[in-house]
């Protein structure tokens, strides 16, 4: 999940102070902010709840969503913290983003060649995030240039899944809960790909809150069918874990049975001679 800065758009960017609001101060961004924090820690109680964090795709998504979900009660000032904490945090959470959302993405993987190519694009675009930081340090400007290709990168690869998974689960029920869970990455970035644009690249801010509600709004709806999508999908992931778990046993057992025929066909050819 991406968290979007108050910035005043153009060629030098600042960050607004964010307005650390109080408890009283119950105005519309605030209830749907609050309640955007709560849908994502939805998934992530989920995926503690199951034990789904033994999958590396599963613990990668609820680092993220718990990321961001911090970040934004930070930013309705339910947890209070430093001005310079909030935003190193923010920048955290964007630097974070596609690589965690990349190792997610290697679940919908249907061949280890597909997973390799994902795992190799993530490492391609730390590479590319490296350089960034190098050139334009820890700051808002930085998360400008990645947020770009993060959101093209992300967009792109769960379209390919989300099309192929949609087309499953018309046929095969049992494909709904990959569905769901990528149809929750395609429809976020697909807006968030919006957003991105009023925030960053728009020079009138007079949308900014606008593009801030349709965030919060996007960020609850996503968390919540992913939530849907895990809960589905749980019995399978736990079967296909238990189904590799079994043919790694069975590799290390065959493998010992076969190196120990090995090793006494060579004892046996050398007490024939």
Known sequence: MLFFYDVIAGDDLKVIPYPK???????LNFAIGITSSIALFVPVVVILAYRL????SFLALAINYFIVAIHLLMRQGVIKSPESVY???GIVDNLLDAPLM???LTFFS???AMKKRITAAMFIFIGFEAI???IFGFSVL???IILGPDIAVILGISFMFFLRNVRLAVINAKSMGKAVMISSIFVSYSIFCLVYIFYYLARNTRYHNDARLIFYLVSILSALLMAVGILIEKKRIKKLDELRHTRKELA????ETAALNKGSRFLTIKKNQ
Not at 53 to 56: E, I, K, Y
């Open 21 to 27: 609001q109080n408890y009283s101060n119950m105005n």
């Open 132 to 134: 960034i930081l190098a």
């Open 252 to 255: 290390a057992i065959y493998g």
């Open 87 to 89: 935003q190193s945090l």
């Open 102 to 104: 990349l190792l997610f």
């Open 110 to 112: 249907t061949s280890v």
């Open 53 to 56: 964090f033994t999958n590396q």
């Open 142 to 144: 930085t998360v400008k």
